[in-house]
């Protein structure tokens, strides 16, 4: 007689919890995209279907300008936010295990560990000093703040295709004369580079959508995309916030959809 394997999908009410849970994850979402199309004022009561949100957004000048600068801080943040998680990842997995790499595994995800108000708070009296010493009020504040918070996120996704990669290839560059700089660039990166766009990804996806330590960095005029529909939340809620949603909505299916496509290739 065959013995019957373990299936978590056997359990009595499996599919009917699945289906509950996947309706309070995505139902609020396709309200959200379907009253970003409401033509009346109200983003909870349906008049009618319309575009004439995202237009009205797009032509709003303010929304145009905190939409770049978000992106632009974004981008930035989550290029140091790569570049450092990946030399982290490398220093922690490329070498023998000594004492006190486990501390520095929890240093590195601190972030994660510690709760953001924390962090925003303790980034803002950094800043401010120095601020206060060197008269500078400018986006690099908002883009370090951003860069050290969304480490982290980087450095799990690299690290995991570290420690999944094998090393043979590594060795055996090593073995045909190749040096460190060789086997890295020649080896080493081409395997680790999903990782690394994994990374890349989840780093801007979490800057461009963060709040709380914006909140707290940013200097008078520096509003990014969140910061200004919280505010304009605040103050009156209008079906252009719905369109404003939709369309980071897509952005972020965007960037997940070339992920795939592009780790695909890669392996």
Known sequence: MAERTF?????????????????????????????????????AIWEGFSFKWYPQAWNNEHVREVTLRS???????????????????????????????TIIYLMINQPLMVP???????????????KVATGYQGLGYLIAAHSAFCIPFAYLPIRAR????????????????????????????????????????????????DVI????????????????MLGQIRRSVSAEVNAISTLLLLLTVFLLTLFFILTRRRD
């Open 7 to 43: 299936s978590v999908s056997r359990i009595p009410g499996f599919a009917t919890v699945a289906i509950l849970v996947f309706v309070a994850l995505y139902l609020p979402i396709a309200m959200l995209v379907a009253y970003s199309f409401n033509d009346g004022e109200s983003i």
């Open 162 to 209: 570290l420690e999944g990669m094998n090393t043979l290839l590594e060795t055996a560059a090593a073995d045909l004369y190749a040096s460190r700089w060789q086997a890295f660039r020649y080896v080493t990166l081409p395997l680790l580079t999903p990782g690394i766009i994994a990374g890349l990804m989840l780093a801007f996806v979490t800057s461009l959508d």
């Open 71 to 101: 992106l632009t801080i974004a981008m930035a943040a989550s290029l140091i936010a790569t570049t450092a998680a990946t030399m982290a990842a490398l220093g922690t997995t490329r070498r023998q295990r000594t004492q006190g790499q």
């Open 213 to 228: 330590i914006t909140l707290f960095v940013k200097s008078a005029g520096q509003d990014t995309l969140p910061t200004y």
């Open 116 to 130: 953001e108000i924390v962090t925003a708070v303790a980034l803002l009296i950094f800043f401010a000093s120095i």
